[in-house]
Nanobody
């Protein structure tokens, strides 16, 4: 497993932007598909987006498509989630996840990832 630490969360007004980072240690991140998930109070942890090992393929939930962008810098062992045009409904704890063998068709399934960060809170005020 790889150790993951998220950062960059905070409080932002609706329409604003935040960039989350997910830094890895223990293993080289280039061998892992990376996913972002979020969990709002009282709700299930939900898929936000994911990126392939090289960064060449990304996939997003419909709710964030066009507003959020995932990128990765394998040299820095870090993955990013750029969040623009934030809405109050984006408020949640955001988690990054990693898996070395997950197939593309299963990127949206949280149970397919075997490494998780501790999460970072994002709060969007109206």
């Amino acid at each position: 497993q790889v150790q993951l630490v998220e950062s960059g969360g905070g409080l932002v007004q609706a329409g604003g932007s935040l960039r989350l980072s997910c830094a890895a240690s223990g293993r080289t991140l280039s061998g892992y598909v990376m996913g972002w998930f979020r969990q709002a109070p009282g709700k299930e942890r939900a898929f936000v987006g994911a990126v392939s090992r090289s960064g060449g393929i990304t996939y997003y939930a419909d709710s964030v498509k066009g507003r959020f962008t995932i990128s990765r810098d394998n040299a820095k062992n870090t993955v990013y989630l750029q969040m623009n045009s934030l809405k109050p409904e984006d408020t949640a704890v955001y988690y990054c996840a990693a898996d070395a063998r997950i197939l593309l068709r299963k990127w949206v399934l949280k149970d397919e990832y075997d490494s998780w960060g501790q999460g970072t809170q994002v709060t969007v005020s109206s």
